[in-house]
């Protein structure tokens, strides 16, 4: 990131424009300025906001939370659980393709680009946006959370009816920040092999679909090709 504002998506940098003035704020960019100095860090500058960019404020409808990007070579484009074309499916997103193969139906694809999800209002927000190149977790507690805190809670307060999906401990203490009684908040394991098999059969895109069909929104279409 330079100096000047950060490059976010207009209508999130009006939602968000005091966040970015906060003195944590400033010093998470003296952090990440004097980083890069020293290390290689993910994802480029240019896809920090990538999730925001794609997924204006006024068009979200569903959140999928992460917790840190992939940190290795080219896996980390802005978008959480995703890879960018070309680049091999980490083993979680493979168990979220599984998923959606036994819940709805659609084949495992031969991509984990999820920007099409993006694209129809799916906000894919890791909680922590950049790290460092094969250091998994070196920018937690650096402000990141702190930030990615005050976007979930704008979309609770400022949005009705969204699709909060919660996956593994990490995210879903994140639900004290949504309020329960205007949204829809949906938990389950992390698909990481690690929490095994749990995420299986938690069904979670047909009943997002089925909740945003019941407030009259059209359904996300998950598939990505």
């Known amino acids: 990131m330079q100096e000047k504002s950060p490059q976010i998506e207009e209508s999130w940098l009006h939602v968000l424009a005091e966040e970015f003035k906060k003195d944590y704020f400033l010093k998470l960019k003296d952090f990440l300025t004097l980083e890069k100095t ?3 860090i993910f994802p480029p500058g240019n ?37 960018p074309d070309g680049v091999k499916a980490p083993p979680s997103l493979i168990n979220i393709f599984k998923e959606i193969k036994d819940d709805v139906g659609i084949e495992v694809p031969p991509t984990g680009n999820l920007t099409p999800w993006a694209k129809q209002g799916v906000l894919l927000l890791n909680a922590t946006l950049t ?40 995210a879903k203490q994140k639900g004290a920040l949504i309020d329960a ?18 995420f299986f059969k938690c069904k979670h895109f047909s009943k997002t ?14 598939k990505l090709v």
Request: glycine share 10%; net charge neutral; proline share 6%.
């Open 181 to 198: 009684q205007k949204h829809h908040v949906l938990m389950a394991p992390h698909p990481s092999p690690l929490a095994r098999g749990g």
């Open 47 to 83: 896809l920090i906001f990538n999730a925001f960019n794609l997924t204006p404020f006024d068009e979200v409808k569903v959140v999928i939370l992460g917790q840190d990007p992939y940190h290795g070579f080219g896996q980390a484009h802005g978008l959480c659980f995703s890879v």
């Open 38 to 40: 020293q290390y290689r």
């Open 131 to 170: 790290v460092r190149e094969n250091q998994a977790g070196s920018h937690q507690n650096k402000g990141w959370e702190t930030f990615t805190d005050a976007v979930i809670k704008k979309l609770s307060d400022e949005k009705i009816g969204l699709v909060f999906l919660l996956w593994g401990n990490y």
């Open 209 to 222: 679909n089925e909740l945003l069909k019941q407030q009259g929104q059209p359904p996300v279409d998950w």
